[in-house]
């Protein structure tokens, strides 16, 4: 039996007789035995049988070699769906270099160096007027009469602190001693 392989007729399938053993059997063919024959019943019985198994036989093959076909093309759909795929990938890694060292790198460039001209132009300019208002609301600050008031409290708390901590001292070696100087 050769072995199909593929197409798009049915032409190259096998035969159906190297598949199928068309040989009657001997109870069925004309007898050596007495001379009897077959009853014609009988006869037409065994040729539609015969003529059934020889359709049957080919209605299968040609399924078989319908159910090869639709594999066949499923195969080679996913080969070419898997083709366009790998195509698209190597398509947009390649993009990715190029404009990565063409186009891309132009538009950086350009990109960085407006960003460049901007921080040493108008907003250097606007940076400089903000610290100059900020260091004149610091001066302004310092010399207001509420800042004077609050470094007086502060120096006035320092030197209650430093008089009580040295007064603890004096206390703890010898002892609380009355002193001419009253807070």
Sequence with gaps: MKSWSGGNSFADLPSWGSSFNTNLPSSLT???????????????????????????????QRTAASIAQAQLAAQNAAFLEGRERDKGALAGSLFNQIFGTGTGADISFGREKAAKEFLVGPYAERVRGLEREAAKDARMAAISPESKQ??????????????????????????????????
């Excluded at 004309?30 to 049957?56: E, V």
């Design 30 to 60: 004309n007898s050596s035995k007495g001379g009897s024959g077959m009853d014609p019943a009988s006869m037409a019985l065994a040729a539609g049988s015969g003529l059934a198994s020889i359709f049957t036989g080919i209605g299968q």
């Design 150 to 183: 609050l470094a007086q409290f502060e120096n006035r708390l320092a030197i209650d602190r430093e008089i009580a901590a040295r007064r603890a001292q004096t206390d703890a070696m010898f002892g609380p001693i009355s002193s001419s100087y009253r807070a």
